[in-house]
């Protein structure tokens, strides 16, 4: 009797060694309401050379976290878990074949719409949920593209670009650490909040005013009040299943600096003034009679207490305020309204009116409740009830926008120079999304269009318009770009 009781112990500790919990967001995100994923995209300065892939795969990739040798499956109540399985890497790697001898410009089509199609299927849920797409062609941009398309449930855009930073060293001395663009610590963690909501009498009544009517608003806009149809919105079921074009523009952080500066805001104030301008002038430019119609742009937040980056190992371990996983929050934000009037003379209005909304959302508990809101759901109406929450919460909004902060330095991923970088959310059931990154003294800008709604050249066309009037009429001696 005593063997068999060993018997089961061991077996009992080798199935809590292979399986863990799937956390609730990441059973949100692969639920029957969502499935959302990341394509991070790598411009190699060189031509790829795939013969170490499998190596890099395999003594550096997977190492770093166990999701991503797992697979999700429910156990005997009916929880998801994640249960270890063995790696059949060629399952992941996919290298496209294209005719040779073409031209660039033939290359970045075939690209764009190799992007389009990625970005359209589904992972296995037979595997681990991630794949890696090698493309060896050289296009416009770059002498060839790496491309890793990760599922949403692995973790968030922070966790993954940690993952990402461990795989990659600075090109000019692999010894010495990459550094990252100064920046004060997270204004928007919930941590700040509650500084912020307790400071004093005064704020703590503005604060409370605010989470009342910000929190609301938040709710409506979850559940019954829908965005107009415009240029940037269909509205219609299924979005998130059509096609989309992918395209990228970049500016230099220098000049947003400056104009951070002169106009004595927020580098967050200066991109979103850009962009809801830009998305103004896009729909003036569509000759949308509505072009000041009611639109909500969902900002995504990393409600991490933190300054930085820390090592994958150190996110990992329990506690760590910088943990794995999806640790971030919706903010709703309306985009403000083209008064042409006031447009004509002074397009910096729309700056200082990102930064009244921002500064106003902040001093606010909004985004707490809506994560205990979404808590409750949670446990009392389980996953779906919650993912569908958050189906509907993107769907009634006109886009999303989400920024990382990559490394000042270049960096290299086996002796293959990094030239450029940028990440794309996909399966999302919105017409619009926007991510930024910074890399390398400039941020890069990927806008997902819906193919067949957005036109994507004159999309871009406008938000490059929209920074070149707030640059020159914020720092009238530099160039815009």
């Not at 096609?243 to 004595?264: A, E, R, W, Y």
């Not at 500064?359 to 707490?368: H, M, Q």
Request: proline residues 5%; contains cysteine.
């Amino acid at each position: 009797m005593m063997k068999v009781n060993v018997k089961r112990m061991t077996e009992k500790e080798e199935e809590e060694e292979t399986s863990f919990p799937v956390s609730p967001t990441g059973q949100y995100f692969t639920s029957s309401a969502l499935s959302i994923s990341v394509i991070s995209v790598l411009e190699s300065e060189i031509p790829i050379d795939d013969s170490c892939t499998m190596t890099l795969l395999k003594d550096v990739f997977l190492p770093i976290n166990p999701r991503f040798s797992s697979i999700m499956v429910r156990d005997k109540n009916g929880v998801k878990q994640w249960k270890k399985v063995e790696v059949k890497y060629k399952d992941h790697i996919n290298v496209p074949i294209f005719p040779e001898g073409k031209s660039k410009e033939f290359y970045d089509n075939c690209f764009n719409e190799y992007l389009t199609t990625i970005a359209m299927e589904q992972l296995p849920q037979t595997r681990p949920l991630w794949e890696i797409h090698l493309f060896k062609y050289q296009t416009s941009k770059s002498a060839g593209n790496l491309v890793f398309k990760l599922h949403h449930s692995l973790g968030d855009g922070f966790s993954l670009m940690g993952a990402l930073l461990s795989c990659l060293q600075r090109a000019d001395n692999p010894s010495l650490p990459l550094t990252f663009p100064e920046f004060n610590s997270n204004p928007n963690s919930g941590n700040d909040y509650k500084k912020r909501f307790c400071t004093n009498v005064a704020q703590m009544v503005s604060g409370v005013v605010n989470t009342f009517l910000d929190f609301g608003w938040s709710l409506l806009k979850s559940t019954t009040l829908e965005d107009e149809r415009t240029p940037i919105r269909s509205g219609d079921e299924g979005v998130e299943f059509r096609p989309i074009d992918i395209s990228t523009m970049d500016f230099s952080l220098d000049h947003l600096k400056q104009i951070k500066t002169n106009l004595k805001v927020t580098i967050n104030d200066v991109i979103c003034g850009v962009l809801f301008l830009g998305v103004r002038l896009y729909m003036e430019e569509m000759k949308y009679e509505q072009k000041n119609a009611n639109s909500t742009a969902l900002v995504l937040l990393n409600t991490r207490n933190i300054a930085g980056y820390k090592s994958v190992k150190e996110m990992l371990q329990p506690g760590n305020e910088s943990k794995w996983g999806n640790q971030f929050a919706f903010l709703h934000v309306s985009v403000p309204k083209l008064d042409k009037g006031e447009f004509s003379f002074n397009p910096l209005s729309f700056v200082f009116k990102a930064q009244d909304v921002i500064k106003r959302k902040r001093n606010s508990a909004a985004v707490i409740l809506t994560g205990k809101l979404l808590d409750t759901l949670q446990k009392y109406r389980g996953p779906e009830v919650t993912a569908k929450y958050i189906h509907s919460t993107l769907k009634n909004s006109s886009m999303t926008i989400s920024n990382l902060i990559g490394p000042m330095e270049q960096m290299a991923l086996a002796n293959h120079p990094c030239k450029g970088l940028y990440f794309m959310v996909v399966g999302v059931p919105e017409s619009l999304t926007i991510t930024m990154m910074s890399y390398m003294g400039r941020l890069r800008v990927a806008v997902g269009t819906e193919k067949g709604l957005v036109d994507p050249h004159k999309f871009k066309s406008s938000i490059e318009n929209a920074f070149d009037r707030i640059c020159k009429a914020a720092v009238p001696s530099k160039p815009a770009n």
